[in-house]
């Protein structure tokens, strides 16, 4: 018993500060029926109970190119029976490494107020200080996992700031930090943290999303390097919007993928945002998520940049590493990407910081694994958003493979 309350201490440890665990769209048996579905109006509902999985060895008889079906859930195995394999990182062969020619700004906290739903949405943004005057800046809306905050992937946000986009992180409803700093009592998570699983809104995100870019003209009156004379840099024909964990499967809602949802069965829609034009999964979620099925992809025509990894599990979570390729596996062909790290937890994508506090065990080195992240990310945005043929040739060639040194697996179609 000490054991166990031990884990589920640290467990919830990493949550408070950097949380990031899956939670699903699945409907309520007490959610009210919802009458007319709209794009406009996502419908809220109460995640379902999800029960743990023992991560199985991958068949290395099916091809990588075929998905599997709901029914026959898949993974690699956990850290303690798969040996470490040594990889050696090449970072000559990564994609704009070094951080970008710009100073990076900060605006560590901007309520932005919503008149219809009465709250502020806490956002933390980044953008370069010293761009030229005369370009209009791409936009990256990132959504933190269940129970983070708008400081998750700091690195990663400043890489990309770096580089010549705006990057603008809310900090959702679900957070702990959040909800501590309200006032709420959380000591019940201690007993059972499958309640922060539950208290996510899937709606509520993509309504944050959503308020973000319609308030986009606020967003630039904050910060003068968004401003020239007094008209906004932000592009809005060159938005993406990433997430890890939790924040993946905004990502996809957002980007368009079909959900099911409460009291409505098996039909299936798009409530998604045609102001964004990509989207990067970190850690998604595949076909063992109720809300989704084999059809929920296949009409996205939209690029998509798929992150999984072979240890990447999480004990109240029933997705498997498999199960986090989907996305890519059932997507419609055209500007769809898969980076399929071995060795890659639940964590390691955003840095040592997360994976620790989660108690993880990566076999795969995690600067390598962020360093492989961080290059196939800003190569993807410069390639979708910024058509850069220099991007365009590095994801058709084999550079992300060889800066893993065979770590990653790398598709596209």
């Given at each position: 018993?000490?054991?166990?309350?031990?884990?589920?201490?640290?467990?919830?440890?990493?949550?408070?500060?950097?949380?990031?665990?899956?939670?699903?769209?699945?409907?309520?048996?007490?959610?009210?029926?919802?009458?007319?579905?709209a794009?406009?109006?996502?419908?809220?509902s109460?995640?379902?109970?999800?029960?743990?999985?023992?991560?199985?060895?991958?068949?290395?008889?099916?091809?990588?190119?075929?998905?599997?079906?709901?029914?026959?859930?898949?993974?690699?195995?956990?850290?303690?029976?798969?040996?470490?394999?040594?990889?050696?990182?090449?970072?000559?062969?990564?994609?704009?490494?070094?951080?970008?020619?710009?100073?990076?700004?900060?605006?560590?906290?901007?309520?932005?107020?919503?008149?219809?739903?009465?709250?502020?949405?806490?956002?933390?943004?980044?953008?370069?200080?010293?761009?030229?005057?005369?370009?209009?800046?791409?936009?990256?809306?990132?959504?933190?996992?269940?129970?983070?905050?708008?400081?998750?992937?700091?690195?990663?946000?400043?890489?990309?700031?770096?580089?010549?986009?705006?990057?603008?992180?809310?900090?959702?409803?679900?957070s702990?930090?959040?909800?501590?700093?309200?006032?709420?009592?959380?000591?019940?998570?201690?007993?059972?943290?499958?309640?922060?699983?539950?208290?996510?809104?899937?709606?509520e995100?993509?309504?944050?999303?959503?308020?973000?870019?319609?308030?986009?003209?606020?967003?630039?009156?904050?910060?003068?390097?968004?401003?020239?004379?007094?008209?906004?840099?932000?592009?809005?024909?060159?938005?993406?919007?990433?997430?890890?964990?939790?924040?993946?499967?905004?990502a996809?809602?957002?980007?368009?993928?079909?959900v099911?949802?409460?009291?409505?069965?098996?039909?299936?829609?798009s409530?998604?945002?045609?102001?964004?034009?990509?989207?990067?999964?970190?850690?998604?979620?595949?076909?063992t998520?109720?809300?989704?099925?084999?059809?929920?992809?296949?009409?996205?025509?939209?690029?998509?940049?798929?992150?999984?990894?072979?240890?990447?599990?999480?004990?109240?979570?029933?997705?498997?590493?498999?199960?986090?390729?989907?996305?890519?596996?059932?997507a419609a062909p055209?500007?769809?990407?898969?980076?399929?790290?071995?060795?890659?937890?639940?964590?390691?994508?955003?840095?040592?910081?997360?994976?620790?506090?989660?108690?993880?065990?990566?076999?795969?080195?995690?600067?390598?694994?962020?360093?492989?992240?961080?290059?196939?990310?800003?190569?993807?945005?410069?390639?979708?958003?910024?058509?850069?043929?220099?991007?365009?040739?590095?994801?058709?060639?084999?550079?992300?493979?060889?800066?893993?040194?065979?770590?990653?697996e790398?598709?596209?179609k």
């Open positions: 018993m000490r054991v166990e309350s031990v884990k589920r201490t640290i467990f919830l440890i990493g949550v408070f500060l950097l949380g990031s665990i899956e939670y699903t769209f699945a409907q309520a048996a007490s959610q009210p029926a919802v009458s007319q579905p794009a406009s109006r996502p419908v809220a109460r995640p379902a109970r999800l029960t743990n999985v023992k991560p199985t060895r991958r068949p290395a008889s099916r091809p990588a190119s075929q998905p599997t079906t709901a029914s026959q859930p898949t993974s690699q195995p956990t850290s303690a029976s798969r040996p470490a394999r040594e990889y050696h990182e090449d970072r000559s062969a990564g994609y704009k490494l070094e951080p970008g020619p710009y100073a990076v700004d900060l605006v560590s906290d901007f309520p932005l107020y919503d008149k219809r739903r009465d709250k502020n949405l806490p956002l933390l943004i980044r953008c370069p200080k010293n761009a030229p005057e005369k370009e209009l800046l791409p936009l990256v809306v990132f959504s933190h996992g269940a129970g983070g905050a708008g400081d998750a992937f700091g690195e990663w946000s400043a890489h990309l700031a770096s580089h010549g986009y705006v990057v603008v992180h809310p900090t959702h409803d679900d702990l930090k959040l909800r501590r700093k309200q006032g709420e009592d959380l000591s019940a998570l201690r007993a059972d943290p499958n309640k922060l699983r539950e208290s996510v809104n899937p709606a995100r993509l309504a944050d999303v959503r308020l973000i870019l319609d308030s986009l003209d606020k967003i630039e009156d904050k910060r003068p390097e968004l401003k020239i004379g007094d008209k906004g840099r932000i592009d809005r024909n060159r938005i993406a919007i990433a997430g890890h964990s939790a924040g993946a499967y905004t996809q809602v957002a980007l368009g993928a079909k099911r949802l409460p009291r409505h069965g098996a039909a299936l829609f409530i998604g945002d045609d102001r964004i034009k990509a989207a990067v999964i970190i850690s998604g979620q595949g076909l998520n109720k809300s989704l099925s084999a059809e929920s992809w296949k009409d996205i025509k939209k690029p998509m940049l798929v992150f999984a990894g072979s240890l990447d599990v999480v004990s109240i979570s029933n997705e498997t590493p498999e199960s986090r390729r989907h996305p890519f596996e059932y055209g500007e769809k990407y898969l980076v399929y790290i071995d060795g890659a937890t639940h964590g390691s994508y955003q840095g040592r910081g997360l994976s620790s506090l989660l108690g993880e065990e990566p076999t795969t080195d995690v600067k390598l694994i962020t360093d492989t992240v961080a290059s196939a990310t800003l190569a993807f945005l410069d390639s979708t958003l910024g058509a850069d043929s220099k991007a365009r040739t590095y994801l058709a060639g084999d550079g992300l493979v060889k800066l893993s040194g065979g770590a990653a790398f598709k596209r």
